[in-house]
């Protein structure tokens, strides 16, 4: 499979999906070629790879998407006539990339978890946070003053599962920026909860 054919079944498969969809998994690949070239790892398979690690998750939803999604690529790789030694490889990277998938042991099923993680973090990181508590999750109660706690939690959760050094780097980096943000939000809810009662 060409990395053309991975990107139009990706954007397909992907075209219903508004917090992990075509925008996540192009951001994921390109942090992937960017570690995966740093790595000395297999930069075509962990590409493929990581255009397809979410395609499952409209059809099976969050929990067990990674194996879903890695038996779809499966598929779509045996159409291919892709030889069955390399879509076994492609399958484990992206059966392992998620945060409660069995723990990732090749360096390509480490790069694809760590992209992973960086797309959590950072302004982008946010953005998707809270959409995901609207869409995916729908338990954000719609108070502003929920959203410090739901970004530290993404800032916990994140940091659980980095592999290698360079992504530590970016997400210690983007996690900072992530409480920036939280200490900015705390402060205008501090002054208008002030004003408040103050009267
Ligand atoms: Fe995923
Ligand atoms: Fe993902």
Redesign the pocket.
């Known amino acids: 499979m060409k990395r053309e054919d991975a990107i139009r079944e990706s954007k397909e498969l992907l075209k219903e999906e508004r917090v992990?969809g075509f925008d996540?998994?192009s951001r994921?690949a390109y942090w992937c070629r960017y570690m995966g070239e740093k790595e000395g790892a297999d930069l075509d398979a962990l590409e493929i790879a990581a255009f397809l690690?979410?395609i499952g998750?409209n059809r099976v939803g969050l929990k067990t998407h990674h194996t879903e999604s890695a038996a779809m690529a499966g598929n779509l790789l045996r159409e291919k006539n892709v030889p069955e030694e390399r879509i076994k490889q492609i399958c484990r990277i992206i059966e392992r990339?998620?945060m409660h998938a069995p723990e990732a042991e090749r360096i390509e099923e480490k790069i694809i978890n760590d992209?992973?993680r960086i797309?959590h973090m950072g302004a982008i990181g946010i953005v998707r946070a809270i959409a995901r508590s609207i869409l995916v999750k729908k338990d954000y109660t719609g108070d502003v003053a929920d959203v410090p706690q739901l970004l530290r939690d993404a800032v916990t959760n994140t940091k659980k599962r980095v592999y290698t050094d360079t992504a530590i780097r970016i997400v210690d980096e983007k996690a900072s920026y992530v409480e920036d943000f939280i200490a900015q939000l705390e402060k205008e809810l501090s002054e208008t909860e002030n004003s408040l009662s103050k009267k």
């Open positions: 992990s996540h998994v994921v690690h979410d998750l990339h998620a992209a992973d797309d």
